[in-house]
């Protein structure tokens, strides 16, 4: 099988890479930095692309696309979301015309006014997001469904495990001294995705042509979201005390240290944004049902053991 992975220097996508090198693709790896050490995508070969400046020329034929690049971060300028997760995701379709497209999208399409109560893939997109990150990924799903090719768009949610540059650094960046302070009961649900499990979800979307569609994908259950952190802490040997701030108060709150930010020009993230606290604030549990039915999909439960490893 030839494959075409996209965001292949980053987390999500140079797994992806390495695992299908490890069942005998051939790899084609795209990122937008010049060069990846060649472990991180398992010695495929790599080359440079920059989405957002318009289709590759000339690309490769391919069996399948894995497009996993994006910007993923929930600050910045409006435009730059748009160009990366809309416009680049045109273009890689462009670039791969008549090719079966596995798309990485997320979970972050679901309402995020509201809790995701084991959703479904027909709950999404919806009309209002929080910020452009959620616009722009579901805008980027529209563009795959009409385009016509041939597609599966997988959603996954909160990714961790080894090489993470969000979940697990973040909880760890909420730790004040003796505290890690988060958002709401401490005892709701939330959906977690292990790089594993979506690597997984990934190499069924490109083994399994003719499956077409749109599928969640997370760890076996859900797990409480205290739970989780507990198991997070301990692994890191953080001990901290975990305190949980009311949900509204604190949305208040990071809305203001916001539109502070925005006032002062940082260009920064701040420390405090909506997306991050509405994440992990409320329930956020996705079913899996179309994915084991359709995909085959079988997940591993969640388990931080070896997720620093990277
Ligand atoms: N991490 C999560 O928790 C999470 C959750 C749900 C969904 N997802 C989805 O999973 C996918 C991969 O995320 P990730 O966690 O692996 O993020 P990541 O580590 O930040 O990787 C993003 C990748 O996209 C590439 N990229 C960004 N802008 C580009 C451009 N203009 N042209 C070409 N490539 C560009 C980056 O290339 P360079 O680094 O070389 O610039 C990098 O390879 C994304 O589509 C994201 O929406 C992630």
Known sequence: MRVAVTGASGFV????????????????AYGRRAAVRAEHVADARYRSWDLARG?????????????????????GPIPGFFEVNLDGT??????????????????????????????????????????????SKAAAERAVLKSGAES???????VYGPGDTTLLPRVE???????????????????LTSVGNLV???????????????????DAEPVVLDDALAVILAERGIEAERIYLPAGPALRL??????????????????????????????????????????GYRPEPTSFAGAYSW
């Open 13 to 28: 996508g140079g797994a992806v890479c390495r695992e299908l090198v490890a069942r005998g693709a051939r790899v084609h």
């Open 254 to 295: 990071a809305a203001v240290v916001e539109g502070l930010h925005l006032l002062a020009g940082a260009r920064r993230p701040p420390r405090l944004t909506r997306y991050a606290l509405g994440h992990l604030a409320v329930e956020r549990t996705l079913d899996l049902t179309a994915a084991r039915t359709r995909l």
């Open 55 to 75: 289709p590759l020329d000339p690309a490769p034929s391919v069996d399948v696309v894995v497009h996993c690049a994006g910007s993923v971060t929930d600050w």
């Open 152 to 158: 599966v768009i997988l959603r996954p949610h909160a």
């Open 173 to 191: 960046a909420s730790v004040r001294g003796p505290f890690l302070f988060a958002v709401g009961t401490g005892r709701q649900r939330i959906s």
């Open 90 to 135: 045109r273009n890689a379709l462009a670039s791969f015309p008549g090719t079966r497209f596995v798309h990485v999208s997320t979970a972050s399409v679901y309402d995020p006014y509201r809790p995701t109560v084991m959703a479904t893939e027909d709950e999404a997109p919806v009309r209002r997001y929080v910020n452009a990150y959620g616009a």
């Open 200 to 218: 997984r979800a990934c190499v069924l979307a490109c083994e399994r042509p003719g499956v077409s569609g749109v599928f969640n994908v997370t």
